[in-house]
């Protein structure tokens, strides 16, 4: 099996899909880790287009990159113009990488509507601007945009655009599919034929408008091409761009090809949740491979399979991705989750302890009352530690007051909340404001909680989610609130259920701050042994 190039175009093809952006050190520190992570090229973004992509070529020669090389992204010169006069020709060179990548026409369409000029001088635009940067002793890529389309059109003269850009000397042809149409088929086929006239290596560049990026990328791989281009997380305009997430770990396990630096495929989960993080964007639970829920087992059957062989339901093992087996608490599950679950949870009880059954019963009782533990793994936990009479309070409510007042139409609402806690054997009152009352409770929790426990100050509420429950019986509507929070390291969920919201959302922030301050005390009990 053979050596594919991984060509990542995250920075500039990726950074067109609604609501992705990076910063400038964003840039700098993605490109960083790509490296790191052993991808063959970094695509920084267009060549001139903005100042923020130039800053970046500039940037990121500083970093010394150890095995990526950076491409500048461009295209052909324009119609009529001498290819040194061409403005985004020139910028390429100013942007001063090993490697540039332009793309050109392929399809009569887009050469007579988009480009109006006619087909030789299209032709001529390619050679020249390929033949150019080659003279300058850039490594040269060439992505024929819509090649699929434009074969399929009129394929000698698609054919014809590529012979050109061969012919002046492109290291590497990557077929585009640019409009995302394309079936599996037909990519192996046209990718086929095309290797069968053209001696040039050829990449596969394809869009997800049909669901089919990733399928597509493999089968140009299959019919011969040996450099693939994408993203991470499949991030890109309108459906995305083939996801590298996907692609990768399916060359290397399934397919036993070999990319990236020897022994990093298991980086590629911790590469795609630092790519989120860059961009600020929530993380897709379903991502194959990458996804919080990509090795979550929820039917009970499912769990008992996984627990004897993994293999009986799982396709890979996770941990070759760095990703985890989960066991997802629900109604479905049975004593084989709930066992499992604790078990994952370091606690020593018996499969068919009465101890499982209590807290299945527990379980049932609880999910009854509209209460839902697959987000809420730290309440679980809790759960689990009051039916097992190991829970330890760490402070006991005596009460607590929600004041919002409005004090003229102009004015935003004010909140304030008071609690009173009695901790370690003192009573603690205290004050708390914020933008609602869920904001002003924690404020006023944590206000009297710091002074005996100084690692709560670390602890921020990262999601918080209302679901009215049994909505047909108005007057005893319940509500379920869901809460997130990160303490910078790790992240936990917390629910709590009742007929008035701010109890609701009390119950699951004080689950949060115990489980919080459970953490802490497990850490502090093994490192003392
Ligand atoms: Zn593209």
Redesign the pocket.
Known sequence: MSRIALYDTTLR?GAQGEGVSFSSVGKILFAKRLDAFGVDYIEGGFAASNPKDMAFFRDIKKENLKHAKVAAFGSTRRADIPVGEDRGICALLEADTAVCTIFGKSWTLHVRDVLRTTNEENVAMIADSVRYLKEHGKEVIYDPEHFFDGYKADPEYALATLQAAAEAGADCIAL?D?NGGCLPHEIYDITREVGRRISTPLGI?V?NDSDMAVANSLEGIRAGAVHVQGTINGFGERTG?ADLCSIIPNLILKMGHECLLEGRLSQLREVAMYTYELTNIRPRKSAPFVGESAFAHKAGMHVDGVRKNPDSFEHINPEKVGNNRRVLVSELSGASNVFLKAVEMGLSVDRSSPEVKSILAELERLEKDGYEFEAAEASFRIMIQKVLKAHKPFFDLEGFRVIVEKRHKEEPCITEATVKLSVKGETEFTVGEGDGPVDALNAALRNALTRFYPEIASVVLTDYRVRILDPEEATAAKTRVLIESSDGKDTWGTVGVSENIIEASWEALVDSVEYKLFLEEKKAREDNG
């Open positions: 093809d585009c640019t560049h869009h761009n």
